[in-house]
């Protein structure tokens, strides 16, 4: 599966998950493995949401996304994606209550 970091409806950067792409969750916590680096984002513009895609094509789960200081989903050292450059999330991890 894979990760599509989005603006809008516009998909600015995919993110190749690991197969397995997690591990059963355990205790309310779902951390997935390595997450491949994108080495050259599809386009430009301001990631505001991701969508978890399955092996299948098929969307798994939504979410947004922010920087290190919001209280998104997923947390970026910066949102600003440059078309051609590299795109990195070294962790992600769910947890629910």
């Known amino acids: ?47 505001t949401s991701a969508r978890i895609i399955g092996r299948t094509g098929v969307e798994v789960f939504a979410c947004d996304v922010g920087d290190e200081q919001s209280d998104a989903v997923i947390k970026l050292n910066t949102t600003k994606i440059f078309r051609g450059g590299p795109v990195r999330l070294t962790h992600f991890q769910l947890l629910m209550p």
Do not use: H, K, W
């Open 1 to 47: 599966g894979s990760i599509e970091l989005m603006a809008g409806d516009r998909v600015l950067a995919v993110l190749q998950l690991s197969n397995p792409a997690a591990m059963p969750a355990s205790g309310g916590e779902l951390e997935f493995n390595t997450i491949a680096e994108e080495d050259a984002a599809l386009a430009q513009g301001i990631v």
